[in-house]
């Protein structure tokens, strides 16, 4: 638990206790769906997706106490609309320099656009950090270089472009958001249209496969707050929040129905189109359970079965 954490805790002690959530809830997390056409009750019917279980002592969960976000209440917070003012861009914004181990940025755009489809994302040029404009520290546990996220995130809102709905930047470099923190893998302003993330701990160098697919998790799970959706605690869901590699490598590839319908409200996809899009990506990179879900999905949400 970070300092912070505690203060936080002595001014106002919270109690909090995990309760797994009923199918009565998460429907309810969902929304009513009867008036929809069939193949979108179906995109969102909860049968075949499976609550949050109980997280773990060093989990997100046990200390960072969260209320979760209905659909309902994700409308209330009046959401940012993507293509509204002529912002109907993702730039994907790689910052700083990166080894050829590294996920290559073409592959993390090709799925960002699945992900997000049908959003066109791209492909930024390369920008330089200068880290004497910019909070950086040596990690205490690792003697890694670190960059203050906040600051990175405060330099990014300068540079948005005006088509732009949100713009990503990715780093190689471990980051954390202030002087409490130990680290972070990602932050993003929900209505400042910027988020960072970063590989630094990914294991880059000896699990390629593996780190492809943290990022392909993280950078979507970034992505989706900028699309307005709070930290999931319905489903065990993209959108959960981890606290270290173990928990978002549990975590799930997919969006949760209610977390789908959220970013369904946004951009009008075809639920099967889009499921089949993000298959074809996986395939394409030798994950092929993740793609045989998406797969079946895309089969199961088909309106033309």
Known sequence: MKKILFIVLALAPVVWAFTAMSKRDMESSVGPTK????HLQEAFAVDDFASLPEPGPSDWLSSHPERGQTYGQFLNSSPLKPGAQGRKFIYLQPL?????????MAVLQEFLAAYFYPMEVKLAKTLPVDESKIGNRVASFSGEKQWN?????????????RD???????????????????????IARIKKRVGVFSFARYDVADQPQLALERAFKVISHETGHAFGIKHCIHFHCLMNGS???????????????????????GLGFDPAERYRKIAGVLKAQKMNEQAEWFAARAGKTDPKK
Request: charged residues 20%.
């Open 35 to 38: 008036n929809l056409p069939p």
């Open 96 to 104: 700083g320099n990166f080894p050829k181990e590294a996920p290559q």
């Open 149 to 161: 996220a906040t600051d990175l995130l405060n330099g990014l809102q300068r540079r948005v472009p």
């Open 164 to 186: 732009a709905y949100v713009v990503m930047a990715v780093t190689m470099t471990d980051l954390y958001p202030s002087d409490e923190w130990n680290f972070v893998f990602g």
């Open 243 to 265: 606290n270290g590699l173990g928990e978002t490598d549990r975590a799930p590839l997919h969006l949760c129905p209610a977390c789908l319908r959220k970013i369904h409200w």
